[in-house]
T-cell receptor, first 116, second 116 residues
């Protein structure tokens, strides 16, 4: 398996523009997570899905952020309009249920977003 | 609600010396505990986990961790550190209840610097 695939790896955009980050989870994983990492706040959980259904979006900072999972193999995180304070590394992770021999989350390589 | 504390922002150690990264947690019941490592410009990688059984857990790259219920700790250890162990380390916890879903709570991370 190629692991969790995120695109793009880097994104530079101007303030006010729409940004869409993409994630392909590992096949068969029914949980998908979106995290944001910054020096100031560390690793923050934004939202997670189970079987394509959003379960907990309490970490989404504001209405400018939205996430969708139209099918089991694809998810998007959209920021509209983007602001400089949204600059961060955004990670997607997927997992099986955390029981038994399962190895927890598998993270993608992240998308480094810079909003200028 | 569960929480994880990593009291040290950074740990410095000489190559060949023992390495310890501290983690304490707060959760109801017997926790599921995890360690992840993040190398520069990469996503988090699973190192090891404690679900049940032997309190000493062995993981990847020669790392191990000891679950101590009375002290609510899960410190990560390596007998002889390598320069290549320099990275950011995250401890994570999940309570053993179905309502927790698959949501892990991560600590703030500890940066390890191993000097030659």
């Amino acid at each position: 398996d190629a692991g969790v695939i995120q695109s793009p790896r880097h994104e530079v955009t101007e303030m006010g523009q729409e940004v869409t980050l993409r994630c392909k989870p590992i096949s068969g994983h029914d949980y998908l997570f979106w995290y944001r990492q910054t020096m100031m706040r560390g690793l923050e959980l934004l939202i997670y899905f189970n079987n394509n259904v959003p379960i907990d979006d309490s970490g989404m900072p504001e209405d400018r952020f939205s996430a969708k999972m139209p099918n089991a193999s694809f998810s998007t995180l959209k920021i509209q309009p983007s602001e400089p304070r949204d600059s961060a590394v955004y990670f997607c992770a997927s997992s099986l249920p955390l029981i038994g021999a399962n190895y927890g989350y598998t993270f993608g390589s992240g998308t480094r977003l810079t909003v200028v | 609600a569960q929480s994880v504390a990593q009291p040290e922002d950074q740990v410095n150690v000489a190559e060949g010396n023992p390495l310890t990264v501290k983690c304490t947690y707060s959760v109801s019941g017997n926790p599921y505990l995890f360690w992840y490592v993040q190398y520069p410009n990469r996503g988090l990688q699973f190192l090891l986990k404690y679900i049940t059984g032997d309190n000493l857990v062995k993981g990847s790259y020669g790392f191990e961790a000891e679950f101590n219920k009375s002290q609510t700790s899960f410190h990560l250890k390596k007998p002889s550190a390598l320069v290549s162990d320099s990275a950011l380390y995250f401890c994570a916890v999940r309570p053993p209840i179905k309502a927790a879903g698959n949501k892990l709570t991560f600590g703030g991370g500890t940066r390890v610097l191993v000097k030659p």
